[in-house]
């Protein structure tokens, strides 16, 4: 046997594929596999130009493509997660808040701003999964209900950018709680005739879907973007049936009446604007 034989099968990168580049000057496009350059995929708003893959973005990214000038003030900027049940798995919780903190330079999986966009005041929560796969403890509910108490107070549209997994197990019932709090004040809101836009990102799931995510006066989603409440192999089990293609995507959610419409994110911003000024004063 020769020396230089190569024993092990599926590691041979197609030239195509090999990186030429330093990393950072070109994205590399996880459905298509083309390569643009990153200066030239944040222009088209991180969606790839072959394929239009949207690329999953956090909340900052989302603030910086809707507010003009990307300007904004971000509300309850410290807020971070008490430990009520004194959680542990493979680790503590708080160890856990700690850690992902210090990886993500996030306090928790949501921030809420209030901006301008296309010249009109507007406050928004957006949920970043890279805190704990965006789930919704405590923080995440009481950032969004005090976001949508400052959409009460100054009569301002709130915008909902959901990407969630669901709720925090480490906060079990504290997070379920969150569920009819964000519910509750989203109907002040629709009492006192304020909008409330629901943009649902990949992926949206669980609680998040179950509350407050579906219950806008607009439900949107990006496109592609997987929605659902419970995992796909769960409801196979449970109605003992096969599932049809494309089950769960926003496309399918779309043929089946439970969004208003989806939207590329390259005419998010333009789309929201047009739309709240149809809608509101
Ligand atoms: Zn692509």
Redesign the pocket.
């Known amino acids: 046997m020769s020396w230089f034989q190569r024993t092990g099968k599926g590691i041979n990168t197609p030239t195509e594929l090999k990186r030429e580049a330093p990393d950072g000057l070109w994205y590399q496009?996880?459905?298509?596999?083309?390569a643009?350059h990153t200066r030239e995929h944040k222009q088209n708003s991180f969606t790839?130009?072959?394929?239009?893959?949207h690329e999953k973005l956090g909340s900052e990214a989302y603030f910086q493509l809707l507010f003009d000038e990307g300007k904004y003030t971000e509300l309850d900027a410290n807020m971070r997660s008490a430990d009520p049940l004194e959680f542990v798995d493979t680790k503590a919780y708080p160890d856990r808040i700690v850690q992902t903190e210090k990886k993500s330079g996030l306090v928790d999986a949501c921030r809420t701003a209030e901006g301008i966009m296309h010249g009109k005041a507007i406050t928004i929560s957006c949920m970043d999964f890279g805190f704990i796969g965006g789930s919704m403890g405590s923080v995440v509910g009481e950032k969004i209900a005090r976001g949508i108490d400052n959409s009460l107070k100054k009569k301002i549209p709130f915008l909902m950018i959901s990407k969630s997994g669901g709720a925090r197990m480490m906060e079990a019932g504290f997070s379920l709680m969150q569920m009819a709090k964000t519910s509750a004040k989203l109907a002040l809101l629709d009492r006192a005739g304020i909008p409330y836009i629901s943009l649902l990102t990949d992926p949206t799931t669980g609680g998040v879907t179950a509350s407050f995510a579906m219950l806008g006066d607009f439900n949107i989603a990006e496109p592609g973007s997987l929605i659902g409440f419970a995992g796909p192999r769960i409801i196979k089990e449970t109605i003992g049936k096969d599932l049809p293609k494309d089950f769960q995507t926003a496309e399918f959610i779309l043929d089946h009446g439970f969004l208003d419409f989806i939207v590329d994110r390259k005419d998010l911003k333009d789309k929201m604007a047009s739309l709240l000024a149809m809608i509101y004063k």
């Open positions: 496009c996880p459905e298509c596999k083309q643009t790839c130009i072959h394929c239009n893959y």
